[in-house]
């Protein structure tokens, strides 16, 4: 067979992803607020969008807060203002150890060096940026930089400005009285072996006892990890439900909350425009274009919603025994994609940062999708269900002699529960609840 170069013509087919298919796939993952931000830069590039007056005030007022949280409100609860039930954090972590520092008896080069080194502090009051680069930037003596670490160490909340988790406790130990030196002790050189609970080593190491250490080890737990604790730190961003769910006389209703998302409508000028011009021209052209990409948007929405509200119907219908019992059923996102004919990786877009008001509380949508575990009967229960089970098996046992995952196991037979010692293990991790021998209290 001879082969050489040549031009062929050759018919394919093959899905290419349309400008207008990946606007609705994003549009479809958007949670309500980032779809109303998207919605507000579409509506200023687009001139052929319109807006009620109503409207557009209600809009402006939401934009300009989009960062903060809107409840559900319900017909009689129209004159209800969430912000009349939070609490705000008066002053940040900056601002409360600078109010402090303007008190102390230190000169001007002090002072911004110590308001430098304040803010680099890290979210949790830390300071991570080793002092040498500190001196550098502020082409400072080192010992100056140390000098202000100290002044910074001297102010509250206790703790602030250590360079790790042993510093900070240790600041916060030295300042107590009376002052506690066997905790000061395990602290300063077996802080390791306390995360571990090798508490045996410790008391031979320091010739205490196995009760004492436990003591100490209970009130190091006392001691604050995170310095900012309890600061403001940037804005808060609350939840805002995309769904709610509502039991009206013993049925559940499944309502998208799109209240706050824009009206959008089509100026009719411009659909005047092209009938008397044409289609023909520049700014005929212009104008077509953004008509037509503001009628794929509208509908994109409308898509977004009747999806929204047939994964959240599916959902419901699978998991009725939830909002009676708070009891989940194993459930896929194949289940969902099959019930209401789309591709799973449709239902997971739909659920994707999507959260529903409910009358027993506020869930994720991933919330109400897990794994099941087989028992005795034949039955399939939720992975949820046992770990909730594992909670109280563990919380029910003597401290002095904790359970093993294998005791686990078989006292989860005895309940109808067919698992794994290594499942066990898993879901006892996943509850954040330490191994058998971590947990034995002396």
């Known amino acids: 067979m001879q082969l050489g170069y040549g031009l062929y013509q050759q018919q394919t087919q093959k899905l290419i992803m349309t400008p207008e298919l990946r606007q609705a796939i994003t549009i479809l993952q958007f949670p309500a607020i980032e779809l109303t931000e998207y919605l507000h830069q579409q509506i200023v590039e687009n001139p052929v969008f319109d807006i009620e007056d109503k409207e557009m005030e209600r809009y402006e007022f939401f934009y300009q807060n989009s960062r903060k949280s809107f409840g559900v409100m319900k017909a009689d609860e129209e004159e209800f203002n969430i912000w009349d039930r939070i609490a705000t954090p008066t002053a940040t972590l900056e601002e409360y150890l600078l109010e402090q520092a303007r008190f ?6 002090q002072f911004h060096i110590l308001k430098f080194i304040i803010g680099n502090l890290d979210d949790s009051g830390y300071l991570t940026i080793p002092l040498i680069d500190l001196a550098k930037q502020l082409q400072v003596n080192l010992s100056e930089i140390e000098q202000a670490l100290t002044l910074l160490h001297s102010l509250e909340p206790l703790g602030v400005g250590a360079r790790n988790l042993q510093e900070n406790l240790l600041l916060q130990l030295k300042k107590m009285d009376p002052i506690d030196e066997k905790a000061i002790r395990i602290v300063s050189h077996h802080l390791t072996d306390l995360g571990e609970k090798r508490f045996q080593k410790i008391a031979q190491a320091l010739g205490i006892s196995l009760l004492e250490v436990q003591q100490c080890a209970d009130f190091i737990k006392t001691l604050n990890p995170s310095p900012a604790y309890g600061f ?6 609350y939840i805002l439900p995309d769904i709610t769910i ?7 209703i499944v309502i998208v909350n799109d209240t706050l998302v824009p009206r959008l409508k089509i100026n009719s000028y411009y659909r005047q425009y092209i009938q008397t011009h044409g289609q023909e021209g520049e700014a005929s052209k212009y104008i077509l274009d953004k008509l037509n990409a503001a009628e794929w948007l509208v509908k994109s929405i409308e898509q977004r ?15 009725r025994q939830f909002f009676e019992t708070k009891q989940l059923k194993p459930l896929t996102l194949k289940t969902i994609a099959e019930e209401i004919g789309v591709h799973e990786s449709t239902v997971s877009r739909a659920t994707n940062q999507k959260y529903v008001q409910t009358p027993i509380g506020i869930f994720e949508l991933k919330y109400f999708f897990n794994t099941g575990v087989t028992t005795s ?4 229960t939720s992975a949820e269900n046992v770990k909730k089970l594992i909670k109280k098996v563990v919380e029910r046992e003597n401290k002095q002699k904790p359970l093993s995952d294998q005791k686990i196991v078989e006292l989860l037979q005895q309940e109808g529960i067919e698992i794994s010692r290594r499942t066990v293990a898993k879901y006892r991790d996943e509850l954040g609840i330490l191994s058998s021998s971590k947990r034995k209290r002396f």
């Open 104 to 109: 102390l008896a230190i000169d001007n080069r």
């Open 232 to 237: 403001q730190n940037g804005t808060a961003r």
């Open 246 to 252: 509502e039991k009206i006389e013993g049925e559940y």
């Open 305 to 319: 919603r009747n999806t929204l509200y047939k994964v959240t119907n599916a959902i419901l219908k699978y998991q």
């Open 377 to 380: 009967s034949g039955e399939v």
